[in-house]
């Protein structure tokens, strides 16, 4: 690998403007992370470059974590380094991992990550055929005031002179280096520290794609055009809730097959032994000696939370308009039923699975030491992936009272 172009994209800010704990690159847009975006255009260049990434030290793994995914095969290409306290020493780790063979190197801002590969081509063929360095801007279309710094304006600027400034700017290395080796203050972008340095910086017209995400208001707008522009479809998300008294008194011991289910569903329902009338059936598991719950089917309130989430998410109905809950057919039926038939219609409705996540109330049976093995009979029905916790209430209600169980399920399903 002997490039001659390097990109360094810095992604080490904390972005504290737009609301979120984690690091502005590290937030999801359209999901996928603004970092992750940011390197599409990078990958789609013609020429094999170097691609360096500056990362958060607070965030370091998890930022070089995205990296390889996005990079994928490419990953030898690309290398990940910790970011400094400013934007400047950022840029200058990432200087200091350039390979020999690079001539021309761009800086880039990860929150411009919308910016399309022709604005990076512009500019690299820009400081190859000039020998100087680069920068994208756009014309200010709006009248700028100058103030006196309380509010008040002293006078209007010719705006004809004034250019917006973006991301990527580029520059023959050895100017760059030399201009970062002696800098004489902290400027907020490299064509003001190379200019300082008394080194020409020419202007290439930029894009309006390659607007900086730094508001809520700025991540909204990038959402909804990838949504136009390349059809990214947002998840959506539904809630599933659902409770059953545990039965009585003990009921006869006698074996109860399991129905056919009905028309429709697919023929491979349950791989579990036909229930019985003294058997708990709970989150896809039989639990022997314990009481059986009341209800229609095996009453497994886990198995049903998680059908109602994914069938509202994708807006099918619920449990009871899409299965009824008088139907013959479904007297005793396993939850394995009602999940599979539910995974079938919402894949037919266009959508699959991000993950699903419940919380089981109930005082009895003990769920801790079965949670690895029931999330993995539903995690492998569903085929994604299935949490479950559980919790008391401390002797509160109907669960305290181990009259019954409830459960409460969340679920991610996507378009497409």
Known sequence: MNPTVAVVVVAAGSGSRLGYSLPKALV??????????????????????????????????LAEQMVRETAGRASESCTVVIGGRSRQESVAAGLAVLLPSVET???????RALTPTSQFEAIIDAVESEGVGAIPGLPVSDTIKRT???????????????????????????????????????????AALVADAGLRVMIVHGDPLAFKITTPWDLRRAEQLLIAAVGVALPRTGLGVDAHAFASAPAASAAVAAPAPAAGLAAATTSAPATTAD??????????????????????????????????????????????????????????????????????????????????????????????????????????????????????????????????????????
């Open 28 to 61: 999801s847009l359209a999901q996928r992370s603004i970092l992750s975006r940011s390197l599409d255009p990078v990958f789609a260049l013609q020429r094999e470059v170097q691609l360096i990434v500056v990362a958060p030290q607070t965030h370091f793994a």
């Open 105 to 111: 190197v761009l800086i880039h801002d990860a929150a």
């Open 148 to 190: 006196d710094g309380f509010g008040t304006a002293v006078a209007t600027v010719d705006r004809s002179e004034l250019s917006a400034v973006q991301t990527p700017q580029g520059f023959p290395r050895a100017q760059l280096e030399a201009a970062y080796a002696n800098p004489t203050g902290d400027f907020t972008d490299d």
């Open 279 to 416: 058997e708990l059936w709970l989150a896809g598991l039989c639990w022997p000696g314990e009481t059986p719950l009341e209800g229609h089917s095996d009453g497994d309130v886990v198995a049903h939370a998680i059908c109602d989430a994914l069938l509202s998410a994708s807006g099918l109905g619920d449990l009871g308009s899409v299965f009824g809950t008088s139907d013959p057919r479904f007297d005793g039926a396993h939850g394995e039923v009602f999940l599979v038939e539910t995974l079938r219609l919402i894949t037919e409705a266009g959508f699959r699975i991000g993950n699903v996540s419940v919380q089981l109330v109930a005082a009895r049976p003990r769920f801790a030491p079965r949670r690895a093995e029931a999330e993995g009979v539903l995690s492998g029905i569903l085929g994604a992936r299935v949490t479950v916790s559980a919790t008391t209430t401390d002797g509160l209600g109907f669960t305290g009272r181990s009259e019954g169980v409830m459960a409460i399920a969340s679920a991610l399903v996507y378009p497409g």
